[in-house]
């Protein structure tokens, strides 16, 4: 009972969110010259997410630091919230 008063408190008071952004890893050729670039994923936990797009990312961490990353290439990105 306590748990789930706690977590209802949680929601009401306070926002997290999970950030995975997919940066570009390694880069492979095959035997045919076709190059093949893998990802690699990085989690950010923050409250608070400011801008997001494709080349700009700009959110608050748990501890109220802002960070800004600026990106020459495209890449994906997932969020979601867990309070």
Known sequence: MLTKLKNWWLTLTT???????YYSGTT???PD???I???A?????????KK???????FIDMNGHRHEIK????VGYEIKKIY
């Open 15 to 21: 926002e997290e969110y999970e950030l995975t952004v």
């Open 28 to 30: 492979t050729l095959t």
């Open 33 to 35: 010259g076709v190059p």
């Open 37 to 39: 670039q893998s990802k």
């Open 41 to 49: 994923p990085e989690t950010y936990r923050c409250k608070a997410v």
């Open 52 to 58: 997001l797009t494709e080349k700009h990312i700009i």
């Open 71 to 74: 990106l020459v290439d495209p």
